[in-house]
T-cell receptor, first 112, second 117 residues
């Protein structure tokens, strides 16, 4: 079955450490997105990519980095510059900008 | 900047009854798309319904329908015959339909729906 796979489901980061969240899709979607969700809040866009080798900053890109070397993959790195990384991270993909986004199951990141 | 407002943080409804979740948005655009997403306790986001602004007809998907009032910038979701599996957070979302290439989905803060057996 086609879908979006995020891994790991839970992730713990030590102070000063970079961690990478994986997002893979086999839906043949061009666009991919990373969102952050904090308790009691909606989703906020971190980065998005509409095509391979191209990506744009969202509303809260500081302290995060991404790459899009393959259509299927859009990994997110949470760097040590992100001082408050504890949140639920959701990856999504879509056929195009105005098409519905399909979401993965999310990764919960916590600080040790 | 576009904003999406969901003024009801929590709602509850008796099983088999009908409930309406409200959403308003602020935009100066005439071409845009609106969505309702559902997030059950599993945390996965699931598309419920989609509405194109240029369509006057309200979108319907089985027990889910919308009341799209373009002039009032209102996009409410009606759930008929509520079921226990409808319990979730519901998010309203907006994206403008232009060709600048930098459009992004803007989400509201969500409404938590509880179904009372």
């Amino acid at each position: 079955d086609g879908g979006i796979t995020q891994s790991p489901k839970y992730l713990f980061r030590k102070e000063g450490q970079n961690v990478t969240l994986s997002c893979e899709q086999n839906l043949n979607h061009d666009a991919m997105y990373w969102y952050r969700q904090d308790p009691g809040q909606g989703l906020r866009l971190i980065y998005y990519s509409q095509i391979v080798n191209d990506f744009q900053k969202g509303d809260i890109a500081e302290g995060y980095s991404v790459s899009r070397e393959k259509k299927e993959s859009f990994p997110l790195t949470v760097t040590s510059a992100q001082k408050n990384p504890t949140a639920f991270y959701l990856c999504a993909s879509s056929l195009g900008r105005y098409q519905p986004q399909h979401f993965g199951d999310g990764t919960r990141l916590s600080i040790l | 900047a576009q904003t999406v407002t969901q003024s009801q943080p929590e709602m509850s409804v008796q099983e088999a009854e009908t409930v309406t979740l409200s959403c308003t948005y602020d935009t100066s655009e005439s071409d845009y798309y609106l969505f309702w997403y559902k997030q059950p306790p599993s945390r996965q986001m699931i598309l419920v319904i989609r509405q194109e602004a240029y369509k006057q007809q309200n979108a319907t998907e089985n027990r889910f329908s919308v009341n799209f009032q373009k002039a009032a910038k209102s996009f409410s979701l009606k759930i008929s015959d509520s079921q226990l599996g409808d319990a979730a957070m519901y998010f309203c979302a907006y994206i403008r339909g232009s060709n600048f290439g930098n459009e992004k989905l803007t989400f509201g803060t969500g409404t938590r729906l509880t179904i009372i057996p």
